[in-house]
C-alpha cells in the first residue's frame, strides 16, 4: 500500500528527489516517514511529517533534505541534495497515526524500499 519509487546512483553533491505513493489507507491523517538502512546498520529515521506537516529531519541531513507531502495525490517526498557517501542506502518509506517516532515497529505500513548510492 506504500510504493517508493526515485532512488538511483549519484555523485557527491548530486541531488535526488524520491517519492512514495499511498493507496488504501486515508494518507493524510497519517504520519509519513523516510527511513534509511545502509549496509551492515540498523534502519535509522531519517525524516517525517505529520498530518500537521511538521517535518522532522536527522541532524546528519538537516539543511540538505526537504521532505513534503501531497495529499491529494496521496504522495510523500523527500528531496535530497547536496547528497554524501554516506548518505547511501536502501531508503523505506513508512505510514502510522499518531506522532513520528524512530521505532521501526510502530509503524502500520512500509514500502518496498529503494536504493540511493552516492559515489565519492
Known amino acids: 500500500q506504500l510504493q517508493a519509487s526515485g532512488g538511483g546512483l549519484v555523485q557527491a553533491g548530486g541531488s535526488l528527489r524520491l517519492s512514495c505513493t499511498a493507496s488504501?489507507?486515508?494518507?493524510?491523517?497519517?504520519?509519513v516517514v523516510w527511513f534509511r538502512q545502509a549496509p551492515g546498520k540498523e534502519r535509522e529515521l531519517v525524516a517525517g511529517?505529520?498530518?500537521?506537516?511538521?517535518?522532522y529531519y536527522v541532524d546528519s541531513v538537516k539543511g540538505r533534505f526537504t521532505i513534503s507531502r501531497d495529499n491529494v495525490k496521496n504522495t510523500l517526498y523527500l528531496q535530497m541534495n547536496s547528497l554524501k557517501p554516506e548518505d547511501t542506502g536502501v531508503y523505506y518509506c513508512?505510514?502510522?497515526?499518531?506522532?513520528?517516532?524512530?521505532?521501526?515497529?510502530?509503524?502500520?505500513?512500509w514500502g518496498q524500499g529503494t536504493q540511493v548510492t552516492v559515489s565519492s
Open positions: 513508512a505510514a502510522r497515526t499518531g506522532r513520528i517516532v524512530a521505532w521501526t515497529t510502530l509503524y502500520d505500513y
Open positions: 488504501g489507507l486515508a494518507f493524510s491523517r497519517y504520519a
Open positions: 511529517i505529520n498530518s500537521g506537516r511538521t517535518a
